[in-house]
């Protein structure tokens, strides 16, 4: 009894701090029913923490294909097409974060800092960025009004610290990197 009604009551405890609630009701000879409500605009997705200059953001962790430290032999440029970076046999597009949400980046040069492989509808990029703080499961918060329309974010999550983590949106970044949106500062 000691261990289902301890682990209930850790499952009680993280539905109520999510806003929500748990109902249990039991009959004898029957069985129990669990009743668990949530807010209708709850969504946790689990995530990359990553931080680009002093900013933080999230990527789905269902994007990610990999994260890595190029080398200077496995970075390139083409013309017309723009940064690559060579990764288990292909050539992928570079994409640096923090030129599409306009913040300071701790490096300049891809090999010093960090990159994220990432996949949207069978297209990959890799996204440069300075540090992964670590994998987390985020509560999604709709953004107001003026950061609703930005491409390239999805909504924004209060870390555990108290700052706002915006969380990336793959299709957003996609089209920013291509030209067919304008990034979000």
């Not at 997705?45 to 994007?63: D, F, Q, S, T």
């Not at 200077?72 to 599409?100: A, C, D, F, M, N």
């Not at 980046?105 to 891809?110: A, G, I, L, M, Y």
């Amino acid at each position: 009894v000691s261990g289902r009604g301890v682990g209930m009551d850790v499952v009680k405890k993280a539905i109520e701090k999510l806003r929500g609630r748990v109902e249990i009701n039991t009959r004898p000879g029957q069985g129990s029913t669990f009743v668990i409500s949530l807010p209708l605009t709850l969504a946790i997705i689990e995530g990359m923490l990553v931080r680009v200059g002093r900013e933080r953001y999230i990527i789905p962790a269902l994007a990610i294909l990999e994260s890595f430290r190029p080398s200077r032999e496995q970075y390139s440029t083409v013309e017309g097409k723009g940064e690559i970076i060579r990764t288990r046999g292909s050539l992928v597009p570079l994409v640096r974060l923090h030129k599409i949400f306009g913040v300071e980046s701790d490096f300049e040069q891809p090999w010093e800092g960090l990159v994220v492989a990432v996949e949207h509808e069978d297209k990959k990029m890799c996204l440069l960025l300075d540090e992964l703080l670590g994998k987390e499961e985020v509560v999604i918060k709709s953004l107001g009004g003026g950061l609703r329309n930005n491409k390239g974010i999805a909504g924004g999550a209060i870390l555990g610290d108290g700052r706002v983590g915006l969380i990336l949106d793959m299709s957003g970044i996609f089209d920013v990197a291509r030209g067919n949106g304008r990034p979000s500062h």
